[in-house]
Antibody
Framework: EVQLLESGGGLVQPGGSLRLSCAASGFTFNTFAMSWVRQAPGKGPEWVSTISASGGSTFYADSLKGRFTISRDNSKSTLYLQMNSLRAEDTAIYYC???????????WGQGTLVTVSS | EIVMTQSPATLSVSPGERATLSCRASQSVSSNLAWYQQKPGQAPRVLIYDAFTRATGIPARFSGSGSGTEFTLTISSLQSEDFAVYYCQQYNNWPLTFGGGTKVGIK
């Protein structure tokens, strides 16, 4: 059974940073692309970023480029999202998701809440 | 960016009735479209991918159709557990984009 467990969310001040982690199990992690998808309160999902299985290719939502960095450690079956210069509009539940080719989301974690507020 | 527009925003249906949800893309996405179901406090769950292929474990009462810019999700006979919010997502082009959702409620 695929399991994705996010962590690292919390309350951060505007301009601050957070690093989210997603521990994966139940599948061969290094053969799947992975993504982060966020959902602001009362809103629909918003794709954030995708990283290829090897980590050699990354893709970002245009609005986030330069502030967020996706990475992975295949030896630890863990996905990361480094978030810098956080803004109030980044407040959301952040989900990690297993990507099935070409690019739909087969399995999702339970999410971690990021709140950006002073 | 491809904009996905879902209609209606809210749909009230009686148990046992059919529900028809629409999703329109601002440009062609071929058949690269998925549908997700989300219940309160839960992550989305994939129902349909490649426009009409049911994901593993999804009941046959869920069906998807369409290609290009017009897509439909049909729930043939609504069960109590189907009352939820439904989202479409295109994966034909970067950035990947979702629709705004259709909330299916009890009539």
């Amino acid at each position: 059974e695929v399991q994705l467990l996010e962590s690292g969310g919390g309350l951060v001040q505007p301009g601050g940073s957070l690093r989210l982690s997603c521990a994966a199990s139940g599948f061969t992690f290094n053969t799947f692309a992975m993504s982060w998808v966020r959902q602001a309160p009362g809103k629909g999902p918003e794709w954030v970023s995708t990283i290829s299985a090897s980590g050699g290719s990354t893709f970002y939502a245009d609005s986030l480029k330069g502030r967020f960095t996706i990475s992975r450690d295949n030896s630890k079956s863990t996905l990361y999202l480094q978030m810098n210069s956080l803004r109030a509009e980044d407040t959301a539940i952040y989900y990690c998701a297993q990507v099935t080719s070409p690019n739909w989301f087969d399995s999702w974690g339970q999410g971690t809440l990021v709140t950006v507020s002073s | 960016e491809i904009v996905m527009t879902q209609s209606p925003a809210t749909l009230s249906v009686s148990p046992g009735e059919r529900a028809t949800l629409s999703c329109r893309a601002s440009q062609s996405v071929s058949s690269n479209l998925a549908w997700y179901q989300q219940k309160p406090g839960q992550a989305p769950r994939v129902l349909i991918y490649d426009a009409f292929t049911r994901a593993t474990g999804i009941p046959a009462r869920f069906s998807g159709s369409g290609s290009g810019t017009e897509f439909t999700l049909t729930i043939s006979s609504l069960q109590s557990e189907d009352f939820a919010v439904y989202y479409c997502q295109q994966y034909n082009n970067w950035p990947l984009t979702f629709g705004g959702g259709t909330k299916v409620g009890i009539k």
